[in-house]
């Protein structure tokens, strides 16, 4: 038995099998994300959506992407998810 070729071959063969674990906890992740996409988008006066928020709609938007979101993302070591939730709120603080 060598045990170092047993290794390699169960290394090799559970290979593909991580790699899509990770691809769908990738579009898991993504989905979060998802949600917050239409109040970016123009609304009927030609402006993001979240322009139109009051205060306390924009800062509960804004409170759900840093206590939630980003801290999910970490979790999961999600970096592209994180620039991007990190973008989201760029805009959503200078709107």
């Known amino acids: 038995m060598n045990v170092d070729k047993d ?3 169960m290394i090799d063969k559970f290979s593909p099998l991580l790699h899509n674990g990770l691809q ?7 989905i979060a994300l ?3 996409d239409p109040i970016f ?3 009927t006066n030609g402006e993001p959506v979240f322009k139109s928020f009051s ?3 924009l ?11 980003i801290p999910m993302f970490k979790e999961n070591n999600y970096d592209e998810g994180i ?3 990190n973008i989201f709120l760029e ?3 200078k709107g």
């Open 24 to 30: 769908a906890q990738k579009g898991l992740l993504d």
């Open 41 to 43: 988008e123009k609304g």
């Open 55 to 57: 205060t306390s709609q």
């Open 34 to 36: 998802i949600a917050y």
């Open 83 to 85: 620039k991007k939730a």
């Open 91 to 93: 805009k959503l603080q």
């Open 59 to 69: 800062n509960e938007v804004i409170k759900g992407l840093r206590e939630d979101i």
């Open 7 to 9: 290794l390699e071959e």
